[in-house]
């Protein structure tokens, strides 16, 4: 089992920034990625950013060039800097680990963000 903590969110103006961060604990030697998926209002939930435990990073259209994923391993944590920020941003934000060999993803309870002037 791997359990995810998130923390960071919050409300910001739009054009601010904020960074959340989420630390695993439990199985985490076997963790072959982790990421950021947020889910609005009355949407589905989607991907924000991803970083695999060698470094390689993916990020959505609509995080490309705003948001950046980076992670530590000594203490298994994945952060989220997020730049810029939009209302379109609003969402509750969710951490992801995803264990490869088991085909098993685990999630956070989710941290809120919203931007509004």
């Known amino acids: 089992q791997v359990q995810l903590v998130e923390s960071g969110g919050g409300s910001v103006r739009p054009g601010g920034s904020l960074r959340l961060s989420c630390a695993a604990s439990?199985?985490?030697?076997?963790?072959?990625?982790m990421g950021w998926y947020r889910q609005a209002p009355g949407k589905q939930r989607e991907l924000v950013a991803t970083?695999?435990?060698?470094?390689?990073?993916k990020y959505s259209d609509s995080a490309k060039g705003r948001f950046t994923i980076s992670k530590t391993n000594a203490n298994h944590t994945v952060y989220l800097q997020m730049n810029s920020l939009k209302p379109e941003d609003t969402a509750v934000y969710y951490c992801?680990?995803?264990?490869?060999?088991?085909?098993?993803?685990?999630w956070g309870k989710g941290t809120l963000v919203t931007v509004s002037s």
């Open positions: 439990g199985s985490v030697v076997s963790i072959y990625s």
């Open positions: 970083i695999t435990n060698d470094g390689n990073t």
């Open positions: 992801n680990a995803y264990r490869r060999l088991l085909d098993m993803d685990y």
